[in-house]
């Protein structure tokens, strides 16, 4: 028996590798147990949204009365008017917007420098540090509200949109969370790099970490916004009803002998409306982001 007889031929082992590869390459389809639990979740989690809505468009009576209505009625536009013009909602739209927005931006924006410090640098005491951020967020923001409130006042900033500004505007959760995403996702050598091209602390700030901290800040953004949308229980405190944001104003339409049910949903689907507005203007670009990260990583 001859050498080439003893040597297998290289067919044996080219049909796995072959499977192997284009099994690589195969796009996975979901199965029928997928899109029906995905429907499920769907319709649950849209199902509170419809009964505002449904609630919004009926009376105060029909609302009282059993069994509770399960379609949409015909006074929808009148709530909403009434609504808006009780609550003040036009006020607190442009309120909430603007607090809202520069919480999110001053988040976003001090989350990120402080999770890139650290994430990246290097300096004395800095894992104690790191441990007393988070150590922050076991405490509950309850304790919080009465030297704060004082504190404001002492600053005569009571009922001033900056009372619920600026003890927000540094998260220890952001911080956490922005300094977990930049040790994985950005490369001390990319940091060191731009180091030797010469670039100042800015620079390696502006054109390294932020591009590649952009995912995380997105996802960041709009926890952000919506926590800082609905938020509650400090602008009831520190603002009052001439200067509201919508959380507060929403509170006075529950005021009453007997209260409106149905115009309380339909303020409280006003609330609600910009939320779903941002999140189908950017949600797609926040998605994607997510996915260019992952990718990436």
Same mark, same amino acid.
């Given at each position: 028996? $001859?050498?080439?007889?003893? $040597? ?20 996975? +389809? ?17 199902a ?9 468009s009926?009376?105060n ?35 909430? $917007?603007f607090?809202?927005? =520069? ?24 894992t ?5 951020t ?21 600053? +005569?900033?009571?009922? +001033? ?6 003890? =927000? ?37 502006? +054109? ?43 509170n006075?339409?529950? $005021?009453?002998?007997i ?30 982001g ?8």
């Amino acid at each position: 028996m $001859t050498t080439s007889e003893l $040597t297998l031929p290289p067919t044996a082992a080219a049909p796995q590798g072959r499977r192997r590869v284009m099994g690589a390459g195969k796009q996975l +389809h979901a199965g029928p147990v997928t899109y029906v639990v995905l429907v499920v979740f769907a319709l649950v989690s849209l199902a509170p949204l419809v009964w505002t809505a449904i609630a919004a468009s009926r009376t105060n009576t029909r609302l009282a009365q059993t069994p509770p209505p399960l379609w949409f009625g015909g006074n929808l536009f009148k709530n909403l008017e009434t609504a808006w013009d009780q609550a003040g909602m036009g006020t607190a739209m442009v309120n909430t $917007t603007f607090v809202a927005g =520069t919480i999110t931006v001053g988040t976003v924006l001090f989350s990120t420098l402080a999770g890139f410090a650290f994430a990246k640098l290097r300096f004395r005491f800095s894992t104690a540090l790191l441990l007393i951020t988070i150590g922050t967020m076991m405490v509950p923001p309850q304790l919080a509200v009465v030297p704060l409130y004082l504190w404001m006042t002492d600053l +005569h900033w009571a009922n +001033h949109l900056q009372t619920v500004i600026l003890p =927000t505007l540094v998260s220890a959760f952001g911080t956490f969370f922005m300094r977990q995403y930049l040790v994985q996702a950005l490369p001390t050598e990319l940091i060191e790099a731009a180091r030797v091209d010469g670039a100042s602390s800015l620079r390696v700030v502006w +054109h390294v970490v932020f591009p590649a901290a952009r995912p995380a800040m997105a996802v960041l953004g709009l926890l952000t916004f919506v926590m800082a949308w609905n938020d509650f229980l400090w602008p009831i405190i520190a603002l009052n009803g001439e200067n509201p944001t919508v959380q507060v104003a929403l509170n006075q339409l529950g $005021t009453g002998y007997i209260p409106d049910d149905s115009v309380i949903m339909a303020g409280a689907l006003l609330g609600t409306l910009p939320l779903l507005l941002a999140f189908l203007l950017f949600g797609k670009q926040i998605v994607g982001g997510i996915m260019q990260g992952a990718v990436k990583g």
